[in-house]
């Protein structure tokens, strides 16, 4: 693996903390979920490295970005941290949170994205989605731990919905995989940060059809089933998006695939050389 390089980009009174792979043409630049810091994505890094300046860097209030008090959007922070890594046309990968994130910058400022990977992102200005029983069920649950203040409990439910999947068993993902998410997950919690503080107050649910980058949107089959149904809608309403299904995966397919993840990456970006890791068997690694 290609060492790093950290960084860190002043915003306001605070800073946002983050990581570089290689260097030159083209940049990738990860945004994780809100239930993840920039360690996620790590592996999958260390695989696009040898074929592609890398950046990861922590959400702010997530990882080591402070959170600060001042007013801020995402997309405005990552904006920050392009100019400072790589002020020309980015490729964007986000995941969840941060795919909307990346969806907002495409729509607001599209001569610095050079195109999208989209991993059941978050939408801004998406409507409340319809939910099947099994994910309705962890909404619920979660309610009633966040409201009683039982941590361990949200920690819990959150690494079977996110990284097992809503309708698989509890601890399907495990080892150091399982161990990296809830460290992250447990951090957020304890933090207690709010969910919708850095929204961009676009709707950019309503003007998906004026992004025109190229996009690829995917999602794990074993993921929320409204997540799977939008991330399909979003790819058919974008001029320029692909879709594609990521079989054996929740929420969080760059943890439990890295490999993969980054083979569809290195596709969509146009990277060659690039390829999975083989197990002991020789198949493209699955980490778990």
């Not at 009174?13 to 945004?31: I, S």
């Not at 904006?79 to 994130?101: C, F, K, N, Q, R």
């Not at 970006?269 to 690694?285: I, N």
């Amino acid at each position: 693996m290609l060492p790093t390089k950290s960084f860190e980009v002043a915003r306001g009174a605070t800073r946002l903390v983050g990581e570089r792979w290689g260097e030159g043409e083209p940049c990738v630049v990860l945004l994780h979920a809100g239930v993840a810091d920039r360690r996620s994505w790590r592996e999958v890094a260390a695989h696009l490295a040898a074929r592609a300046q890398v950046i990861a860097y922590d959400l702010r209030g997530f990882g080591e970005s402070e959170l600060g008090g001042d007013h801020f959007t995402h997309m405005e922070d990552l904006a920050a941290v392009i100019d400072h890594v790589h002020p020309a046309p980015t490729w964007l990968v986000g995941s969840s949170l941060g795919g909307g994130v990346a969806l907002d910058m495409a729509l607001r400022s599209p001569e610095r994205v050079a195109g999208l990977v989209l991993l059941a992102p978050a939408i801004s200005g998406a409507p409340e989605p319809g939910l099947d029983p099994a994910t309705r069920l962890f909404g619920d649950l979660l309610d009633e731990a966040s409201t009683s203040g039982d941590v361990v409990e949200v920690v819990r439910l959150s690494l079977w919905l996110w990284l097992d999947g809503p309708g698989e068993p509890e601890g399907r993902v495990f080892g150091q995989t399982r161990q990296l998410a809830r460290d992250m997950i447990g951090n957020i919690e304890r933090r207690g940060l709010v969910e919708r503080r850095g929204a961009s107050g676009l709707n950019t649910w309503s003007r998906v059809e004026e992004i025109r980058v190229p996009a690829l949107v995917a999602c794990g089959d074993r993921d929320a089933p409204f997540l799977i149904t939008r991330s399909l809608e979003l790819a058919s309403r974008l001029p320029h998006g692909r879709h594609r299904v990521l079989p054996g995966a929740a929420h969080l397919p760059y943890l439990e695939q890295p490999a993969n993840v980054a083979e569809v990456i290195a596709e969509v970006v146009g990277l060659r050389g690039v390829q999975p890791e083989p197990d002991e068997d020789g198949h493209p690694a699955r980490h778990q």
